[in-house]
């Protein structure tokens, strides 16, 4: 047993943890293919399901959007500890190791994804949750340990700058008060 919140919770069983993969592990795969790329992505999403198997309480089972939030945090977790360990692999090697030649890239139809990678890492993270995944601003707000305002502002200023440089029109003009975001 672990205390949670003062209180005992048992592990999740392994058939909670089948249930829960099954009803999950489709959108977790895409989030990390999207955010860590392909080659990592599966090895992101195990180590989320293993964490869930060894941490998460199962009262979390009993509300879906509670588990869900739970493990997309996890996963963003883990792909944002594993991309900051390897900028500092490549800012060591960039200073005392010899360039490698650059990869062929194969221009498929990555136009969504380079406009999205003009956005600071929060409001990328925000928009591919919002609109990928079709996640509530109090989901989002929950995965992001952030209050639903910020998750709104994020939101608001990601669309600014997309469409900026987009260029598809000028940034929209809210009015004031308008609740344009849930």
């Not at 860590?36 to 999403?45: E, R």
């Not at 869930?52 to 869900?68: G, H, I, N, T």
Request: charged share 30%.
């Amino acid at each position: 047993l672990r205390p949670i919140d003062g209180r005992c919770s048992m592990p999740l069983s392994e058939a909670e943890l089948r249930l829960l993969f099954d009803e999950h592990v489709v959108e977790l795969r895409s989030f990390a293919r999207r955010r860590a790329g392909v080659d990592t992505a599966d090895a992101h999403v195990a180590e989320t399901f293993a964490r869930a198997f060894q941490k998460m309480p199962s009262e979390l089972l009993l509300d879906e959007r509670v588990r869900r939030a739970w493990l997309f945090k996890v996963l963003r977790n883990l792909i944002t500890s594993a991309a900051r360990h390897q900028a500092v692999v490549q800012r060591f090697a960039a200073r005392f190791m010899e360039p490698e030649p650059a990869g062929s890239t194969d221009g498929h139809g990555l136009d969504l994804a380079r406009l999205l990678m003009v956005l600071p890492e929060r409001q990328r993270t925000v928009v591919e949750l919002r609109f990928v995944y079709d996640l509530d601003v109090r989901t989002v707000a929950s995965i992001l340990s952030v209050g639903e305002e910020a998750v709104r502002a994020l939101t608001h200023r990601a669309l600014v700058k997309l469409r900026e440089v987009a260029d598809t029109r000028p940034p929209a003009i809210t009015q004031p008060g308008r609740a344009d975001e849930q």
